[in-house]
Nanobody, 121 residues
Framework: QVQLVESGGGLVQARGSLRLSCAASGTIFRINAMRWYRQPPGKQRELVAQISSGDNTDYLESVKGRFTISRDNAKNTVYLQMNSLKPEDTAVYYC???????????????WGQGTQVTVSS
């Protein structure tokens, strides 16, 4: 089995910073794209940032210039550095990854359990 475990959430004041981590564990042959989503209170889940296996990145327009996604393939971990946080960034943040467990199994998308980020004004 494969598990994704997020960490690093918490309460921070506006204009502060947080760094989220998401580590994949289990039987893993290859990790393709890795992503961070968020779900604000009472709203739909949205894609915040994604990074390909070749380190190409893409961001939600509202976080460009403030958030940075990165990955450490040796640790099967994806990070989200969040700077200049705003109250509207308050949400549960989820990581997501496309993982091949073995060479003979197609890629499957796995989700973490989520971590709460609260930004106070």
């Amino acid at each position: 089995q494969v598990q994704l475990v997020e960490s690093g959430g918490g309460l921070v004041q506006a204009r502060g910073s947080l760094r989220l981590s998401c580590a994949a564990s289990g039987t893993i042959f290859r990790i393709n794209a890795m992503r961070w989503y968020r779900q604000p209170p009472g709203k739909q889940r949205e894609l915040v940032a994604q990074i390909s296996s070749g380190d190409n990145t893409d961001y939600l327009e509202s976080v460009k210039g403030r958030f940075t996604i990165s990955r450490d393939n040796a640790k099967n971990t994806v990070y989200l550095q969040m700077n200049s946080l705003k109250p509207e960034d308050t949400a549960v943040y989820y990581c997501n990854a496309d993982i091949r467990r073995t060479i003979s199994i197609v890629s499957v998308t796995y989700w973490g359990q989520g971590t709460q980020v609260t930004v106070s004004s």
